[in-house]
């Protein structure tokens, strides 16, 4: 079976950052005539990206997205894990209210390929909280960051299967959260008890070996339900979960493993939920241009993730490699 | 009960939801938009010259009730205009609430807001439709009605932009189409090298911004004309008007108004402020498109390879109609290619021989003739229709084109056709 999902678009399509260099180099995820086709065929529900393009063909914001902004806190997880909260400016701040939000940050000193990319965990106005785990140079030397570091922002592709989570309200959905993706998936707990959604949270303590969203996600509204370390990654655990409810979204935050897990889960089950994942593509520039985040989809096709917005079930292969069926659709009969 | 799924809710693909439900399918009537009729809803002629003779022959073949609605909705009948005989003008504010309901007690499930954005295929099969929201409509036959104006990238590129068109694509989003979606490639029309698409022939005036003498003629007569003064005269706009049978010098000498409810002006466009300086037109203001002083939407640029039971070459089984299945002019063009769309579905879905409608009748020669023209590799630098330009030539020469209904009607029926789109088929 092949599915054709017309549903693909560019994050960054109609934002300020829009048109960006993909636009001159004829690599357009949005756009096919800015990809060097004939005719428009594009399934864009949103300001024409041909037409920015002819009218403003230098975004405002395509190379400015960097800010020297204050660490105003800190608090530690544990020895392998902190928090940071930066103060940034009201408009940056503003556009991270989006679920899937990360930046880009750097100690001030360090050189230009410092840059990391970490998931917006809580958003104030004109502040951020993140959460950073440290597996390697670019997380240890944020460790002690000194006053200041360099934020490059906003980056909008952090999650997969956005639109579903965007458009639920009063609905009922399922946060599956391990390790240090616990940061997103409160970013996006809070974004959909806004909306009037009911939320259950599913919480594992991961590799970073402890649980720090619990408490807030509570304090929120959210039914939260702590899991311990178990040899089948949590499959028991979620699959149980997701029998029992009835969930319209379900969103799975964790490693590639996990996602394939749910994806499975879901289709076994038959659950016509959204799917929602984190994009766990290694992301470096995230201006679709190192093509670090190259990953091929289940139809085969390569696609750029920190620009590619995608419907979860083509990137988890549900329906082709599982020999799954329509997971996320509803039929209607 | 087969399931026909109809993406496209303009002429073609309300009329093929019709006939499908009336060869007996259970019929679900996708459309992006808020109403259905698409463009229909800014135009209005119909019966004139050979659109007469296709009109009476789908009464004839018993697909006649888009017609009637049509005919019921008709501000005048029978009213001449430059190169243009014998024509109707339906209210185009009357007759998208009496289409829709009778597709409504035909049994057609119609969903409005509903933009088919995705399409599955099963083992060579199109299985089923994926709106924008995620939403899956399987069904065993489908027909794209999607029609060839926008995106929004076409106007740009071979129009003046977005003029905002009754398609509204920034907010309804822009018509996405099965064809291509399934990996068929599409055809555009090629008004010159590299150029392509053909803009749409008019636009349409609030009657409240006239001056009430010009609309007191518009009453009476159906048809106001005003000489243009020379500067006004762009005669060189007439080669990118879609509409050919209007690409007349009059047409560019003259601005011919026509009364369909709105006030459809007979030109692709024409600045609001040169518009003004005619008397009687001093508080002009468009209303279709809103930015009629630019320019109007584009469209051929998604023309479907088919045959001549309209079924979509490369797939099993999705049919097209409309402009979707030639460079196709006019709401008449939509419902008989619509009509024979819907009802083949249901044919193929039943496991039956799908119907070709032979050259003995104009809408059969109209549907054949276009695809010997692309043979010859003509077809994509002309327009169709049978109301005008090369087509209502043809049918004149041919000897196809005649207003006798009675004839019409004994041509059908020597072929054994009679009412053949109206019997249910299971």
Same mark, same amino acid.
């Given at each position: 079976m092949t599915l054709f999902y *017309?549903?693909?678009?560019? &994050?960054?399509? *109609?934002?300020?950052?829009?048109?960006?260099h993909l636009a001159e180099t004829g690599e357009? $995820?949005?756009?096919s005539i800015l990809r060097g086709e004939e005719v428009c065929r594009c399934g864009w529900a949103g300001e024409c990206v041909y037409q920015r393009y002819l009218l403003r063909?230098?975004?405002?914001g395509r190379d400015n997205r960097l800010q020297l902004v204050r660490v105003s806190g800190y608090e530690n997880i544990n020895e392998r894990a902190y928090l940071l909260r930066l103060t940034i400016s009201d408009e940056l701040s503003h556009e991270l209210r989006r679920p899937g939000s990360y930046v880009f940050i750097k100690p &001030?000193?360090?050189?230009?390929?410092f840059f990391t990319p970490i998931s917006v965990m809580e958003v104030e106005n004109g502040a951020i909280w993140l959460a950073v785990e440290m597996v390697g140079p670019k997380t240890r030397v944020?460790?002690? $960051? *000194?006053r200041e570091v360099l934020v490059k922002g $906003?980056?909008?592709? =952090?999650?997969?299967g956005l639109r579903a989570a965007e458009s639920l309200t009063y609905g009922q959905a399922l946060l599956l959260a391990k390790g240090i993706a616990q940061a997103p998936a409160l970013h996006l707990g809070q974004y959909l008890l806004r909306r009037g959604n009911d939320v259950t949270a599913l919480l594992w303590p991961g590799t970073v070996g402890a649980v720090f969203i619990a408490n807030r996600l509570r304090e929120l509204g959210a039914a939260v339900r702590l899991l311990e370390k178990s040899p089948d990654h949590g499959a028991r655990e979620m699959a149980a979960e997701i029998a029992a409810g009835s969930y319209d979204l379900v969103a799975s935050f964790g490693p590639d493993r996990q996602h394939q897990t749910v994806a499975d889960i879901l289709s076994r089950l038959d659950r016509r939920a959204a799917y929602v994942t984190t994009n766990n593509a290694v992301l470096?520039? *995230?201006? =679709?241009?190192? =093509?670090?985040c190259l990953v091929p989809a289940a139809s085969g096709r390569k696609v750029r993730t920190c620009k590619h917005q995608l419907d979860a079930r083509e990137l988890w292969g549900a329906g082709e490699r599982l020999g799954l069926?329509?997971? =996320?659709l509803q039929l209607r009969d | 009960m087969v399931r026909v799924i109809v993406v496209g809710g303009g002429w073609a693909g309300a009329s093929a939801a019709l006939a499908a439900a009336r060869a007996g399918a259970e019929v679900v009537l996708l459309e992006k938009?808020? !109403?259905?009729l698409g463009a229909g809803l800014v135009g209005g002629i119909f019966r004139n010259n050979g659109r007469f003779t296709a009109a009476e022959e789908a009464i004839a073949l018993g697909g006649g009730e888009p017609f009637f609605i049509m005919d019921s909705a %008709?501000?005048? +009948?029978?009213i001449s205009f430059p190169g243009h005989r014998h024509a109707s003008l339906y209210d185009v504010t009357r007759v998208e609430p009496l289409m829709r309901t009778l597709l409504q007690e035909a049994g057609v499930e119609v969903l409005l807001q509903t933009r088919v954005t995705g399409v599955r295929v099963k083992e060579g099969l199109v299985s089923g439709v994926i709106s924008e929201e995620g939403y899956l409509f399987t069904g065993q036959a489908f027909v794209d009605?999607?029609?060839?104006?926008?995106?929004m990238g076409n106007c740009l590129r071979y129009g003046?932009?977005? /003029?905002?068109?009754? !398609?509204?694509c920034p907010a309804f989003g822009p018509r996405v189409s099965l064809v291509d979606r399934v990996g068929v490639k599409e055809m555009a029309a090629e008004k010159r090298e590299g150029f392509y698409g053909a803009m749409s022939g008019s636009g349409e005036l609030s009657?409240?911004?006239?001056?009430p003498a010009v609309l007191e003629h518009l009453d009476q007569d159906g048809i106001y004309e005003v000489s243009l003064p020379p500067r006004l /005269? +762009?005669?060189?706009?007439? %080669? %990118? +008007? %879609?509409?050919q049978q209007y690409a007349l010098p009059d047409y560019a000498e003259k601005l011919i108004l026509l009364d369909t409810g709105h006030v459809k002006v007979m030109t692709p466009f024409l600045p609001l402020e040169e518009l003004r300086t005619l008397p009687g037109f001093e508080r002009a203001r468009y209303i279709?498109?809103?930015a009629g002083t630019r320019g109007n939407s584009v469209r051929f640029t998604a023309i479907a390879p088919r045959d001549n039971s309209l079924l979509v070459r490369g797939t099993a089984n999705l049919f097209c109609a409309g402009e979707k299945a030639g460079v196709f002019v006019g709401h008449t063009e939509a419902v008989v290619t619509g009509l024979l769309a819907g009802h083949n579905a249901v044919r193929w879905a039943l496991g039956l021989k799908l119907l070709e409608l032979p050259r003995e009748t104009a809408i059969g020669d109209f549907i054949a003739h276009f695809n010997d023209e692309l043979e010859r590799g003509e077809a994509l630098k002309k327009s169709y229709t049978f109301s005008g330009s090369v087509y209502f030539a043809r049918m004149q020469a041919m000897g196809l084109?005649?207003?006798?209904r009675e004839a019409i009607a004994r041509r059908i029926a020597a072929l054994g056709l009679t009412g053949i789109l109206s019997q249910r088929l299971n």
């Open positions: *017309g549903n693909d678009y560019c &994050v960054d399509a *109609g934002t300020n950052q829009c048109p960006c357009c $995820p949005s756009c063909p230098l975004s405002p &001030v000193s360090a050189p230009e390929f944020l460790r002690y $960051p *000194g $906003p980056y909008r592709n =952090g999650l997969m470096t520039c *995230g201006e =679709g241009i190192c =093509g670090s069926s329509e997971i =996320g | 938009t808020d !109403q259905l %008709a501000r005048h +009948k029978d009605c999607t029609g060839t104006s926008g995106p003046h932009g977005c /003029v905002m068109c009754i !398609q509204r009657r409240e911004s006239l001056d /005269v +762009k005669g060189n706009k007439l %080669a %990118a +008007k %879609a509409c279709d498109p809103y084109y005649t207003t006798d």
